[in-house]
């Protein structure tokens, strides 16, 4: 059978103890860790996987997906843990010293995410794969939030973006008729049989929706654009009869 020499025996036995006494060192003080000290932890490790694919975004973009869908939600409990904890001191004084304490170690991990997040989506338009992925990533997220508006107003972000299409639809008949008042009113006249009585509705609907206003201001702008084509084709019959029936709807 082996056996050791005596003097070798001390080396053996803290080479075997040593690596199992650190990991559990290790899983003790990670267990223990303040809830700031998770949140920099978990920034840093954001930052080492921004850093490493700067010259690959796509890659990038992809790992910090699939970081985010395992630790966001631990994330968010640290947040959540550390306002509860400035909520729950009374004294304005100490609850403004926890805070500035708080701050001070979130800064630098945080400044550096941001910098290197820029970093990433000054690659990612600089790359076609990943701005693709890029892409089709916030189209997805898009979506779901306009679902999600529209459980919340009771449908009315639908209402909203149909009664925006049917104007997208008036503005382009009129800037590509705008060279034959002829042909526009015929155009007109076909889309307000079909739809002045819907758009009447939306409108009523929609008139006190303040959020909506503001959220398709910048197409809007575009349609008024589009409105200016109209010119001398507004004393038309043909026109004159299809804005009559928009607006007496």
């Keep these: 059978m082996h056996s050791f020499a005596p003097e070798h025996r001390p080396l053996f ?21 303040t809830p700031e000290e998770k949140l920099v932890e978990q920034l840093d490790a954001m930052n ?6 700067l010259e690959s975004p796509k890659d990038g973009l992809i790992e910090l997906r699939q970081y985010l869908r395992v ?34 170690g979130l800064k630098g991990p945080y400044d550096e995410l941001n910098q290197r997040v820029e970093a990433l989506m000054v690659a990612t338009l600089a790359d076609p794969d990943a701005l693709e992925y890029f892409t089709a990533f916030g189209d997805g997220w898009k ?20 009664l925006v299409s049917h104007m997208e639809t008036l503005g382009r008949i009129i800037e590509e008729n705008n060279q034959n008042c002829e042909r526009m009113g015929e155009a007109l006249n076909t889309f ?7 758009i009447h509705g939306l409108i009523q609907k929609l008139k006190d929706d303040k959020a ?30 299809a804005l009559e029936t928009l607006r007496r709807n």
């Design 143 to 162: 979506h779901l939030a306009d679902r999600i508006e529209g459980l919340e107003n009771g449908g009315r972000s639908e209402d909203a973006e149909r």
């Design 48 to 53: 080492a996987i921004l850093e490493r694919n």
């Design 13 to 33: 036995r803290w080479q075997t103890v040593f690596p199992v006494l650190f990991l559990g060192f290790v899983v003790s003080t990670s267990a223990f860790a």
């Design 192 to 198: 307000a049989d079909a739809n002045a009585e819907e």
């Design 212 to 241: 909506a206003q503001w959220k398709y201001k910048e197409r809007m702008d575009l349609v008024e654009k589009q409105m200016e084509y109209m010119g001398d084709c507004y004393l038309d019959q043909g026109v004159m009869k």
């Design 71 to 104: 630790h966001l939600p631990e994330m968010a409990e640290q947040f959540a843990t550390l306002i509860v904890e400035l909520d729950t001191i009374e004294d304005d004084e100490k609850r403004t010293v926890r805070f500035e304490e708080l701050r001070i």
